[in-house]
């Protein structure tokens, strides 16, 4: 059996025992990890991955030239989490729910440049979003940014709950090579206007 077929398969199990925490059936393409990936350099720093699967978003990061020890990958699957660490054993691999990243603390050796999820936020209740979102954005530096795909039409995180939270969302790009068809959004802080002083 291939390195390939076994991801799929790892990948389907999980998704029929947990269909709501796993974003798909099959693992994302190379194209959807190039794009998701497409902003991010050996210069960003260190970066948090959230459901990261099988490791396809992994492997772009470390194809962009982001070190292995520079990775963070946050995965609540225990097959995966697993599989993970005998994969990239640089990396810091942490168990754990996504929504509890505001409860752990990391020890980097660079500022947390970018997040890059791989979770199905569409199928998530509005109050873990914000759990996942206030997380991230807390352990990332001010010009930081959390990198989201999705299959729908639109942006996953509707815009009250972006201008709830002061964030922004950037239409980045679709891919039609990806099964089925993904788009990435560039999630950031929104710039503070500034306050006008009267004379």
Same mark, same amino acid.
């Given at each position: 059996?291939?390195?390939?077929?076994?991801?799929?398969?790892?990948?389907?199990?999980?998704?029929?025992?947990?269909?709501? &925490?796993?974003?798909?059936?099959?693992?994302?393409?190379?194209?959807?990890?190039?794009?998701?990936?497409?902003?991010?350099?050996?210069?960003?720093?260190?970066?948090?991955?959230?459901?990261?699967?099988?490791? #396809?978003?992994?492997?772009?990061?470390?194809?962009?030239?982001?070190?292995?020890?520079?990775?963070?990958? #946050?995965?609540?699957? #225990?097959?995966?989490?697993?599989?993970?660490?005998?994969?990239?054993?640089?990396?810091?691999?942490? &168990?754990?729910?996504?929504?509890?990243?505001?409860?752990?603390?990391? &020890?980097?050796?660079?500022?947390?440049?970018?997040?890059?999820?791989?979770?199905?936020?569409?199928?998530?209740? #509005?109050?873990?979003?914000?759990?996942?979102?206030?997380?991230?954005?807390?352990?990332?530096?001010?010009?930081?940014?959390?990198?989201?795909?999705?299959?729908?039409?639109?942006?996953?995180?509707?815009?009250?709950?972006?201008?709830?939270?002061?964030?922004?969302?950037?239409?980045?790009?679709?891919?039609?090579?990806?099964?089925?068809?993904?788009?990435?959004?560039?999630?950031?802080?929104?710039?503070?206007?500034?306050?006008?002083?009267?004379?």
């Amino acid at each position: 059996m291939t390195s390939k077929t076994a991801d799929a398969l790892l990948f389907f199990r999980a998704w029929l025992s947990a269909p709501f &925490q796993v974003a798909s059936v099959t693992p994302s393409g190379r194209a959807l990890a190039s794009l998701m990936t497409s902003e991010i350099s050996a210069d960003t720093g260190t970066v948090i991955e959230l459901g990261p699967g099988t490791g #396809v978003f992994t492997e772009a990061l470390l194809n962009r030239g982001v070190r292995e020890s520079d990775l963070i990958l #946050v995965e609540y699957g #225990v097959d995966f989490a697993r599989e993970l660490a005998m994969r990239f054993p640089a990396a810091t691999t942490l &168990q754990i729910d996504a929504a509890q990243l505001r409860k752990i603390e990391l &020890q980097t050796s660079a500022p947390i440049g970018a997040v890059v999820s791989g979770l199905p936020l569409l199928s998530m209740p #509005v109050r873990k979003v914000i759990a996942i979102l206030e997380g991230a954005f807390s352990l990332l530096r001010h010009d930081g940014a959390f990198y989201q795909f999705t299959y729908g039409p639109r942006c996953p995180i509707p815009r009250p709950l972006l201008d709830r939270l002061g964030l922004k969302a950037t239409f980045m790009g679709r891919t039609l090579a990806n099964v089925p068809p993904a788009a990435v959004y560039r999630i950031s802080r929104r710039r503070r206007r500034p306050s006008l002083v009267a004379t």
